[in-house]
């Protein structure tokens, strides 16, 4: 049961000093955990990766054992990899991914079911290399989803269904998916995953959702959903973001266009880079890439204190939001377990360093997990 706002905290808002009211990560108390200091308010999870899920890297599931309560898969469940060819499929990493959530009573979610990137090659073309009519394209999108979801039915609680399918400025992107089916594509995709498993909460998942464009065509979309009566629970919006960009207020915005149009708002890949950027309107576009420049890589040994601090700034301004909208927002997943583990290291260009998560690369909370705590325990 979450417990209302406390409005005095909103003051502290205002004090970026205050969040970093600790540099000692070890003097955390070793009870104080984030699931703990959060339990009442949302969830908080983390993306696994290859080496957590199949228990090789020891160091990171003793940390999401001890500070997180919901678990993503970061790449197994994605097209090329559970589903590489028509009729065969892949569940041994998704299967001990489900295991493990099992195994530590965590709220598990599926990612992704849906996706344009990442897919495998044969899902859009017959025999002869050509595209597939589009009757051919339902049949596989619901074989692919009911097979995958029905897998897991009960298992597994809550289903990115959709990943990416509009652009910043609120139009669709022209994927195959729409090429062959239009938008309608994405209706029939949540409704597979319904029929696969009733019980399972269902979300459409995307990134930048603080442009204008992109967030009135979501809303619309949900609000054409329920009056058509198939079910779309959630609203994923995927938090990579930089040290300037997005506003709160403008991120802030959009989890009230979510939360009204009557739909949980998730924070489902939170992860805020400390690098500068060569276009921040790139979000999560996988397939952005840039020449190699040393001044986008400017801390390869490590954060200067000054600019750890303004990391730590940043990372707790947004939980802050996010314990402001505690009544909307349902999950925060970080994208990762620690530094090490995450995508931003190499995006959008190879080499780069970057401090994006709570954990840093020899997996000891940073000064901003003691604070996250310290925020969510003061606000009971």
């Keep these: 049961m979450k417990k209302p706002f406390n409005r005095t905290f909103l003051g502290l808002l205002a004090i970026p000093l205050l969040w970093a009211c600790s540099t000692n990560p070890s003097s955390t108390n070793e009870d104080a955990t984030l699931k703990a200091a959060l339990k009442d308010k949302f969830y908080i999870g983390a993306a696994l990766n290859e080496a957590q899920i199949t228990g ?23 097209c090329m990899y559970i589903h590489p060819e028509e009729g065969r499929y892949d569940f041994d990493q998704p299967d001990q991914f489900v295991a493990l959530g099992e195994r530590n009573n965590m709220f598990i979610i599926g990612h992704t079911l849906i996706w344009h990137s990442q897919i495998a090659p044969w899902f859009f073309t017959d025999e002869k290399g050509e595209d597939v009519s589009p009757e051919v394209l339902k049949a596989r999108m619901k074989e692919h989803i009911s097979t995958i979801v029905g897998r897991y039915k009960g ?42 498993d009733p019980e399972a909460e269902l979300y459409y ?41 997005p506003s709160i207020e403008e991120y802030e915005e959009s989890i009230l266009a979510f939360s009204g ?10 992860d805020i880079s400390a690098l500068p950027m060569p276009d921040r309107n790139v979000g999560a576009e996988v397939s952005a890439s840039f020449e190699y420049k040393k001044e986008m ?12 601090q303004e990391w730590t700034n940043r990372m707790a301004h947004f939980f802050g939001l996010f314990l402001k909208h505690q009544d909307k927002v349902a999950r925060v997943t970080l994208w990762g377990v620690a530094d090490g583990d995450s995508w931003k290291n190499d995006f959008p260009m190879p080499g780069r360093t970057d401090y994006p998560l709570l954990f840093d690369r020899t997996h000891q909370p940073k000064p ?13």
Excluded at 228 to 239: N, P
Excluded at 302 to 308: A, E, I, R, S, W
């Design 261 to 270: 149009a009557g739909v949980k708002v998730m924070i489902t890949e939170l």
């Design 297 to 308: 890589n400017p801390y390869e040994n490590g954060l200067p204190t000054d600019k750890m």
């Design 205 to 245: 998942n995307d990134y930048n959702e603080w442009h204008a464009g992109k967030r009135e065509t979501i809303v619309k979309m949900v609000k054409n959903f329920k009056e058509r009566g198939i079910r779309i629970d959630g609203i994923g919006m995927q938090g990579h973001v930089g040290m300037d960009y």
């Design 56 to 78: 090789r890297d020891t160091a990171g599931v003793r940390v999401l054992e001890q500070h997180f309560n919901s678990i993503v898969p970061e790449n197994c469940m994605k």
């Design 155 to 196: 298992r597994i609680k809550g289903w990115d269904v959709v990943n990416e399918a509009i652009l910043d400025n609120g139009d669709w992107r022209a994927s195959k998916f729409y090429e062959i089916l239009g938008e309608e594509f994405i209706a029939l995709a949540f409704q597979y995953a319904h029929e696969a």
């Design 368 to 380: 901003v997990v003691e604070t996250i705590i310290e925020m969510a325990t003061k606000e009971k």
